[in-house]
Nanobody, 126 residues
C-alpha cells in the first residue's frame, strides 16, 4: 500500500492550498485517514482525521475553522483544504491511514496509523 500525497507549494499568508492523498492498493473505505505535519526542528503533530464510514472528523485546535478534511470515495482520495494559512502552518504534511475505525479520542495519535505517505511541503510566506 502506498499513499501518494500532493498539492504542497508556496503560498502567501492568508492564502489557500488543497492537499490530496491517494492510496494505491487499498481503498480504506472502512478505515480512517489523517493528516499530520512536521516543521523543521519540531515533532510530528496531528492536523486532521476522518473516518471513511460515517465521516466523523476531528481537528487540531490550531487548524479548527481553517482546515477541512474530506474524502472522494469515487476517486479514493482524501483532501485537506487549508484556508487562511499562517506562517506557522509551514511544514511537511503527511497523510496516514489504517484499516478500521479509530476511536475519536485516539484519532490524533500517530501510533494508530499503519500506512504513511512520503509528505508534501507547504511553505507559507509572511
Amino acid at each position: 500500500v502506498q499513499l501518494q500525497a500532493s498539492g504542497g507549494g508556496l503560498v502567501q499568508a492568508g492564502g489557500s492550498l488543497t492537499l490530496s492523498c491517494a492510496p494505491s492498493g487499498r481503498t480504506f473505505s472502512r478505515g480512517t485517514m489523517a493528516w499530520f505535519r512536521q516543521a523543521p526542528g519540531k515533532d510530528r503533530e496531528f492536523v486532521a482525521a476522518r473516518r471513511s464510514s460515517g465521516g466523523h472528523t476531528t481537528y487540531a485546535d490550531s487548524v479548527k475553522g481553517r482546515f477541512a478534511i474530506s474524502r472522494d470515495s469515487a476517486k479514493n482520495t482524501v483532501y485537506l483544504q487549508m484556508n487562511s494559512l499562517k506562517p506557522e502552518d509551514a511544514a511537511i504534511y503527511f497523510c496516514a491511514a489504517r484499516d478500521g475505525h479509530v476511536i475519536l479520542s485516539a484519532m490524533s495519535l500517530p501510533s494508530q496509523y499503519h500506512y504513511w505517505g512520503q509528505g508534501t511541503l507547504v511553505t507559507v510566506s509572511s
